[in-house]
C-alpha cells in the first residue's frame, strides 16, 4: 500500500522491488522497464548532494519520462511517493552524519534543505523510531 513515505527505507525499497521481479501478474515488459525505473529512482535519490533539491520535474528529465508515470510507478512498486523517497533519502544521509558527530544537527538539517526544525525531528523520529539528539551519541 501507498504511504507518505515516513516509514520506508532504502533496503525496504530494495525487498519490494526484488519481490515484484517475481510477480508473475505483470506484464514482462512493462514490469522490467517500471522495475529499472524503481530501480534508478532509487539511485538517484541516494546519490542526491545536500546542494541538489531534486524536485519532480527533475526525475522526469532524469527518468526521461513523465511525471504522473514516475508517480504511479513508485506509489506501485515502492509504496511510496517519489518525494517521499528523496526525503527519507535525504534523512539517511543526515542520520549518518549527525551519528558521525563533526557537525551540529543544525548545520546538517539545514545544509540538508529542512528548513522547520520541529517538521525535521517530526520526519526523523518516524523514519528512525527515534530523535536526532537520541542519535547523536550513536556510533555507524
Wanted: aromatic letters at 4%; proline letters at 4%.
Amino acid at each position: 500500500s501507498v504511504t507518505d513515505g515516513q516509514d520506508i527505507t532504502a533496503p525496504e525499497c530494495a525487498e519490494q522491488i526484488q519481490g515484484l521481479m517475481q510477480d508473475a501478474s505483470m506484464e514482462p515488459f512493462s514490469r522490467d522497464a517500471d522495475l529499472e525505473m524503481s530501480t534508478e529512482l532509487i539511485r538517484i535519490a541516494h546519490s542526491q548532494t545536500p546542494e541538489e533539491r531534486i524536485k519532480l520535474p527533475d526525475l522526469s528529465r532524469l527518468l526521461l519520462t513523465n511525471k504522473d508515470k514516475i508517480t504511479q510507478t513508485s506509489n506501485e512498486l515502492l509504496g511510496i511517493t517519489p518525494m517521499a523517497l528523496l526525503r527519507n533519502a535525504r534523512l539517511q544521509q543526515c542520520r549518518y552524519l549527525i551519528q558521525q558527530g563533526d557537525q551540529s544537527i543544525e548545520q546538517i538539517r539545514l545544509s540538508y534543505g529542512f528548513s522547520n526544525r520541529k517538521d525535521f525531528n517530526l520526519r526523523y523520529e518516524r523514519l528512525f523510531g527515534e530523535t536526532p539528539a537520541d542519535s547523536q551519541g550513536c556510533t555507524v
